[in-house]
């Protein structure tokens, strides 16, 4: 198939894209998502709005407090960045697991946020560290969202701001195979506000696990019994919708969860 018919644009500058904004426009940046939407015309936009020659969009900055990522930062370019690794390790580790080589040059780790969609590894990243999307509005305002939150029609996320962690870490999956969707992972990191514990997979979006956090540093290097472990997921999670779907059952994703912390516990035990 072939998309249907829709204007395109490239914008120069983030002032000119969030002009361009309207009902019905989309916009593109590593396109991983969109683009087979369009082949398949499950999305026919009458606008395409193309960052990919806005200035200033592309860059990893360290500031006192975060790695910000601009909205053009590709998934490979994040992964490979000695400051990523140095400050955000979790989400170095799991960007090994984020689909293939490929595709992950031109996926942008902010697109892969704002899409949300399921089996992607890096909202429960987002989750566990409190991640915040910089979203920008035509009217000039600016503000901050969690990932997972709907981005108004008249906004654009241009950054995305990771907390900076810089100490140990651990991150876990389980797959329908290599490369290819999470059914659900867990990732364990221990920063300046102390331990962070991040699921996927078991509810709709990436999920803090502060119930979790506190059960695993109260029993940190070991780990409690699985049992527990699941117990205490069961109380985070406790009046979300849980996950189920064709590939895994609600049931098997709030276990395998408690398993999957349980793993990236260790893996971040081994890292220390």
């Known amino acids: 198939m072939t998309p249907a018919a829709f204007q395109y644009a490239r914008p120069q500058t983030v002032a000119e894209a969030l002009a361009l904004l309207r009902p019905g426009a989309q916009i593109l940046a590593g396109g991983q998502t969109l683009v087979p939407l369009l082949v398949k015309r499950a999305v026919r936009p009458d606008l395409v709005i193309d960052l990919n020659r806005v200035v200033g969009l592309s860059d990893i900055e360290v500031t006192s407090s975060h790695v910000k990522m601009g909205a053009l930062v590709r998934l490979e370019q994040a992964r490979l960045s000695p400051a990523v690794g140095a400050e955000l390790a979790v989400l170095t580790a799991a960007l090994v697991h984020v689909a293939n080589p490929v595709i992950r040059q031109r996926g942008t780790v902010v697109g892969n946020l704002v899409a949300n969609t399921q089996g992607a590894e890096l909202p429960a990243i987002a989750a566990a560290l409190g991640a915040e999307l910089l979203i920008s509005?035509?009217?000039?305002?600016?503000?901050?969202?969690?990932?997972?939150?709907?981005?108004?029609?008249?906004?654009?996320?241009?950054?995305?701001?990771?907390?900076?962690q810089g100490g140990a870490c651990g991150f876990k999956e389980v797959s329908r195979r290599d490369e290819h969707g999470v059914v659900v992972c867990a990732a364990v990191s221990h920063g300046p506000g102390g331990l962070s514990v991040g699921v996927w997979g078991v509810c709709a979006s990436g999920l803090a696990c502060p119930q979790l956090a506190l059960l695993l540093t109260s029993s940190f290097p070991g780990v409690p019994e699985l049992s527990d472990l699941a117990a205490t997921l069961a109380r985070d999670v406790a009046g979300r919708e849980l996950h189920d779907d064709g590939h895994a059952s609600a049931t098997y994703r709030l276990a395998m969860g408690a398993e999957m912390v349980r793993q990236a516990a260790f893996a971040m035990a081994g890292c220390r």
């Not at 509005?137 to 990932?147: A, E, M």
């Open 137 to 164: 509005f035509q009217d000039g305002r600016t503000s901050r969202q969690h990932v997972g939150e709907r981005i108004p029609a008249d906004a654009m996320a241009t950054h995305v701001l990771w907390p900076r």
